[in-house]
């Protein structure tokens, strides 16, 4: 095993640690997607993909949640859900109790704006900002990108979807081939990468990735990339 491969390993394999915050600090923006699962009988293991679409602050939160078969009857007044996003490079979840919900114009579901969060730390490395094209392979297709901030952990990638609407569908956890020209000459490596963050508008997404698969050619060259970056 090479010693740069030995300082991955080494960097993966270093303890994450948890904290439980106060909710009025928790980060979030219009249309960050969340995981929630209702914890009710059927919902131990059933993650379903919602979006944030408005709050008031220390109140509620407003989450558009698709059309699950017998969702409508499981969103009992009451009954806790627990949810999970990614703020600002740290995995987030929170439980809190369903205030209501109301069918039109979509599936709108309110929480009790939650009164603690606990944190689990993903961003281990410093992130530099620049501006480098990037394509992006999933199980949705294909799509242009920009990587805006990279860090040797991973990156934030905009990708406008106005021409690849299907790729919309991705969601946290997905995982996706990044490939980008971080060699010198301009020459494009490959990283293997789960989707740890998104947030979308009308024609782009937003992308939080996480590099968790890559040769040594993709390391050396992510490394000397940044040795560039002030």
Same mark, same amino acid.
């Given at each position: 095993?090479?010693?740069?491969e030995?300082?991955?390993q080494?960097?993966?394999?270093?303890?994450?640690?948890?904290?439980?915050?106060?909710?009025?600090?928790?980060?979030?923006?219009?249309?960050?997607? %969340?995981i929630?699962?209702?914890?009710?009988?059927?919902g131990?293991?059933e993650?379903?993909?919602?979006?944030?679409?408005?709050?008031?602050?220390?109140e509620?939160?407003?989450?558009r949640?698709?059309w699950?078969?017998?969702?409508?009857?499981?969103?009992?007044?009451?009954?806790?859900?627990? $949810?999970?996003?990614v703020?600002?490079?740290?995995?987030?979840?929170?439980?809190?109790?369903?205030?209501?919900?109301?069918?039109?114009p979509?599936?709108?579901?309110?929480l009790?704006?939650?009164?603690?969060?606990?944190?689990?730390?993903?961003?281990?490395?410093?992130?530099?900002?620049?501006?480098?094209p990037?394509?992006?392979?999933?199980?949705?297709?294909?799509?242009?990108?920009?990587?805006?901030?990279l860090?040797?952990?991973?990156?934030?990638?905009?990708?406008?979807?106005?021409d690849?609407?299907?790729?919309?569908?991705? $969601?946290?956890?997905?995982?996706?081939?990044?490939?980008?020209?971080l060699n010198p000459d301009?020459?494009p490596?490959?990283v293997?990468?789960t989707?740890?963050n998104?947030?979308?508008d009308?024609?782009? %997404?937003?992308?939080?990735?996480?590099?968790t698969?890559?040769?040594?050619?993709?390391?050396?060259?992510?490394?000397?990339?940044?040795?560039?970056v002030?």
């Amino acid at each position: 095993m090479s010693r740069q491969e030995t300082k991955q390993q080494n960097k993966e394999a270093q303890p994450k640690q948890v904290q439980r915050i106060a909710g009025t600090k928790l980060s979030l923006e219009i249309g960050t997607r %969340m995981i929630v699962s209702l914890n009710d009988l059927h919902g131990a293991d059933e993650r379903i993909v919602a979006d944030l679409v408005g709050m008031v602050h220390f109140e509620y939160l407003i989450l558009r949640m698709p059309w699950v078969p017998g969702i409508r009857t499981r969103l009992v007044d009451g009954i806790s859900a627990t $949810v999970r996003l990614v703020s600002q490079g740290e995995l987030c979840g929170f439980q809190s109790p369903i205030l209501t919900h109301v069918a039109n114009p979509s599936l709108l579901l309110f929480l009790e704006y939650p009164e603690t969060i606990e944190k689990l730390v993903l961003r281990r490395d410093k992130r530099v900002q620049c501006v480098l094209p990037a394509l992006l392979n999933s199980r949705h297709g294909d799509a242009n990108g920009i990587i805006v901030d990279l860090s040797r952990s991973g990156c934030r990638i905009a990708v406008d979807t106005q021409d690849c609407t299907e790729f919309r569908q991705t $969601v946290l956890e997905d995982t996706l081939t990044l490939r980008a020209p971080l060699n010198p000459d301009g020459a494009p490596v490959s990283v293997t990468c789960t989707v740890r963050n998104v947030s979308s508008d009308a024609n782009r %997404m937003q992308l939080g990735l996480s590099f968790t698969d890559a040769g040594k050619d993709f390391w050396d060259a992510l490394d000397a990339f940044l040795a560039t970056v002030p």
